[in-house]
């Protein structure tokens, strides 16, 4: 599993984390979680900060239902 991937993971299970517990929630498998932040970025997922301090939350689209017939 990718750094990234893990990172990705903690997102979902632990919205509005602080970059500080996410740094040693994941500590040692993600060196550099603002990195690997910006790798899901290019990746296409969509994560956003607010507040102060500044929390950090992954924006997943909502699933679509396809009826097929």
């Known amino acids: 599993m990718s750094q990234a991937d ?3 993971r903690w997102l979902r299970a632990h919205p509005d984390s ?3 517990e996410i740094t040693y929630g ?3 498998f993600v ?3 603002r990195a690997r932040m910006s790798d899901l970025r290019e990746q296409g997922h969509r994560i956003v ?3 102060r301090p500044a929390r950090f939350r992954l924006i997943e689209a ?3 239902m ?3 017939g």
């Open 26 to 28: 994941l500590h040692p």
């Open 6 to 8: 893990r990172l990705l």
């Open 31 to 33: 060196s550099n979680p």
């Open 62 to 64: 909502p699933v679509q």
């Open 18 to 20: 602080t970059i500080l």
């Open 49 to 51: 900060w607010e507040g």
């Open 66 to 68: 396809v009826a097929f």
